[in-house]
Nanobody, 111 residues
Framework: QVQLVESGGGLVQAGESLRLACKVS????????MAWFRQAPGKERELVSH???????YYVDSVKGRFTISRDNAQKTVYLQMNNLKPEDTAVYYC?????WGQGTQVTVSS
């Protein structure tokens, strides 16, 4: 059974930073591609960033230059460092491994 547990969300002011973490229980974490999605109220869930098993990264245009995805294979954890947060980043953030989703962590950015 694969489980993903996100942490690190919270309430911050615009311009501040947060680091999200997603701890994975999966024997094959090292060989898996990982992704972060987010869903704002009334909007569809969208891909924010992903990182391949080899470390290749992708970012949606709206977060380029502000967010950084990384992984620690020894800890089976993927991170999302979010800097210079904006009110439009407010959403529930989810990590994803194949067809598995975490429970989500709320990020709220006040102006």
């Amino acid at each position: 059974q694969v489980q993903l547990v996100e942490s690190g969300g919270g309430l911050v002011q615009a311009g501040e930073s947060l680091r999200l973490a997603c701890k994975v229980s999966a024997l094959t974490f090292r060989a898996e591609n990982m992704a972060w999605f987010r869903q704002a109220p009334g909007k569809e869930r969208e891909l924010v960033s992903h990182i391949s098993w080899s470390g290749v990264t992708y970012y949606v245009d709206s977060v380029k230059g502000r967010f950084t995805i990384s992984r620690d294979n020894a800890q089976k954890t993927v991170y999302l460092q979010m800097n210079n947060l904006k009110p439009e980043d407010t959403a529930v953030y989810y990590c994803k491994l194949n067809s598995y989703w975490g429970q989500g962590t709320q990020v709220t950015v006040s102006s």
